[in-house]
């Protein structure tokens, strides 16, 4: 297959291989109630814990959805009494829109984008005996600000807290110890840092962990109890399904460690060129994540210009989000890239920004 015209620079969908976009063209037309599909979904909840090292204490339920799917269902069945809710960022806000849409109560440990939850708020909601979990952004693309899982996990143990952990542009992208962070869930989906294609979210959920249930399509427990018997409760994004097995048995071949290698590679250089025109980077270093870069804008020059030179010259960028959609721009570099990709993007970043 040929390469795509264009490399896509947004925090998902990402540019996938060949063989994910074949596996996705040759999936057959198949009976989400017969052998072959059951086969398909049981090797993908088999390759997901397996790649990520953690069957024995985690299982996979799979949500046909965007990322937000997974984020909800996770919310919606994992919280008991009540959440508190780390905000700093639209996705930490949609985590709280969620618990609200669902009448879950919840307390919003609310922070600026360009910062770490502040220790003495975060313990005194923690400390509030009515709320019994702790949510939290791992990865928050609305900047690419990296939260601090580790100390947060430590936190919420210490308070007896459940954790959960949206990890939807995380998980295979930034390091995540789940011995250490030990969550009680974590969400991601198909199509950022495992390459596979929109329309797949999962769940990880910890071994024991009690489920409410709050949804119909979003109910875990369903989704778990069909999937462990080799069936499904609803129909699924079959196709997308073998797209996204292809994409973690590449992921597996790679190592998620090499893949978080290229990641850190390819951000190091677009930090660099950016700094060395003159841009200014909006988090400081400790913050940032591998995949996502946020830039202020240069002066005189506004954020659809900027876009539509870049996609002029094959980059598909990113605006600000919210509050920064007129200040920022967003660099991603996640996805498959052919070689010299990257040589490509620097170039095209100094004809347009010098």
């Not at 962070?181 to 950022?192: H, Y």
């Not at 073998?242 to 590449?250: G, N």
């Not at 850190?264 to 025109?277: G, N, P, V, W, Y």
């Not at 967003?330 to 040589?343: H, K, S, T």
């Amino acid at each position: 297959m040929a390469e795509p015209a264009l490399t896509l620079l947004n925090p998902g969908p990402i540019n996938v291989s060949a063989r994910v976009r074949e596996a996705l063209a040759t999936c057959p037309d198949l009976c989400h109630r017969e052998p072959e599909y059951f086969e398909l979904q049981d090797e993908v909840r088999r390759l997901l814990v397996d790649v990520f090292g953690i069957g024995a204490d985690y299982e996979a339920a799979l949500v046909s959805g965007s990322g937000t799917s997974g984020m909800e269902a996770m919310l919606a069945s994992v919280v008991g009494t009540g959440v508190v809710v780390v905000d700093n960022g639209v996705y930490g806000d949609r985590l709280a829109q969620m618990a609200a849409a669902h009448r879950i109560p919840h307390r919003v440990v609310k922070c600026d984008w360009f910062h770490r939850p502040d220790e003495d708020d975060l313990e005194g909601a923690l400390a509030d005996p009515a709320l019994d979990t702790l949510a939290i952004v791992h990865h928050e693309t609305t900047t690419g600000l990296i939260n601090d899982l580790e100390e947060i996990a430590a936190r919420a143990r210490r308070h007896g807290k459940r954790l959960i952990v949206d990890s939807v542009s995380g998980l295979a992208g930034e390091p995540f110890d789940f011995r250490v962070i030990r969550p009680d869930a974590v969400c991601s989906t198909a199509n950022k840092c495992i390459h596979g294609l929109p329309g797949v979210s999962f769940v990880f959920v910890r071994k024991g962990t009690p489920l409410e249930r709050r949804s119909l399509y979003l109910d875990l427990g369903l989704a778990l109890a069909k999937q462990r018997a080799s069936d499904t409760p609803f129909t699924p994004a079959i196709q997308v399904m073998a797209a996204f097995a292809e994409a973690l048995r590449e992921l597996g071949e790679e190592t998620i460690a090499a893949r978080q290698a290229t990641y850190k590679a390819r951000s190091d250089t677009i930090r660099s060129t950016l700094e060395t025109l003159g841009l200014e980077l909006m988090l400081p270093p400790a913050l940032r994540s591998r995949t996502i870069t946020s830039a202020r804008l240069p002066a005189g020059l506004d954020y659809p210009t900027l876009h539509d030179r870049m996609k002029e010259r094959g980059f598909v960028i990113y605006a600000g989000q919210g509050k920064l959609s007129e200040v920022a721009f967003r660099i991603a570099n996640m996805g498959v890239w052919p070689e010299g990709r990257l040589d490509d993007l620097v170039a095209a970043l100094r004809e347009v920004l010098a």
